[in-house]
């Protein structure tokens, strides 16, 4: 029978550096490196080295403005232009034709009424954005009307329902801006023979998604 190896270990006595060694350490930043510890295991005769590496955490550097520092004050957020998205047709096909519109309006109204979810689009007469849209003018009656919101699928969805408007979107500091409008009087005539199985529409129903008169 063979008897287990053993390694005896002595410390042994490192030359203690020179004034040169010393002066230069401090010019030189010294690595990080991963601590290791050495293992010796011995199995029938054999010594194996097992060598195992620990992980050194790293520390991140945050630059902090001088301004900042011994400020409790969060910094200032500029605020981004908001992404608004609309339909729009003439007044007349809007407000006084299209069968369908009143219904999906009042009908979102009362859905965002039970959900106490904040009003998110809004009928506007005459726009004042429409003025970025040239393309979009030159193939309008006027006076025009435009559904406006901040929900583009909704708006993409209204656009498909309604089927003769025309779409798209703009950016706008704030809600003022974006429902901005041109004063114009309303008249639709009413027609002289009326034969849809539904009562027709009265006059100002849009009422309650106009802009608010706060903004």
């Known amino acids: ?16 550096p020179s004034r040169a060694d010393r002066a230069r350490s401090l010019h030189t930043s010294p690595l990080l490196l991963p601590s290791t510890s050495v293992h010796l ?14 992980r050194v955490s790293s520390i991140r550097a945050v630059a902090v403005d001088s301004d900042q520092l011994g400020s409790s004050e969060p910094p200032q ?8 998205y609309f ?5 007349k096909f809007m407000l006084d ?11 979102k109204l009362r859905l ?16 004042k954005f429409l003025d970025k ?3 979009i003018t030159k193939r309008l009656k006027r006076p025009a009307a435009a559904l406006v919101s901040t929900d583009r699928p909704w708006i993409t969805f209204m ?10 979107s703009f950016d706008a500091d704030t809600l003022e801006d974006a429902l901005a409008c041109n004063p114009v009087d309303l008249h639709f005539e009413k027609p002289e023979i009326w034969t849809a199985p539904y009562k027709k529409y009265e006059f100002g129903w849009w009422g309650p998604f106009l802009p608010p008169p706060s903004i």
Not at 1 to 16: E, K
Not at 44 to 52: D, E, P, R, V, Y
Not at 77 to 84: M, N, T
Not at 112 to 127: A, H, I, M, S, T
Request: aromatic share 10%.
């Open 77 to 84: 957020q500029i605020e981004k232009p908001k992404k608004y």
């Open 133 to 135: 849209f040239p393309d």
């Open 87 to 91: 339909v729009v047709a003439n007044a």
């Open 159 to 168: 656009k498909l329902r309604l089927d003769r408007v025309l779409s798209d």
């Open 97 to 107: 034709e299209e069968e369908h519109f009143k219904e999906l309006l009042y009908e």
């Open 112 to 127: 965002y009424g039970e959900r106490n979810k904040e009003q998110d689009f809004w009928l506007v007469v005459e726009p």
């Open 1 to 16: 029978m063979v008897a287990p190896a053993t390694l005896a270990l002595r410390p042994w006595l490192v030359p203690a």
């Open 41 to 54: 295991q011995s199995n029938g005769g054999a010594t194996k080295l097992f060598s195992t590496c620990n």
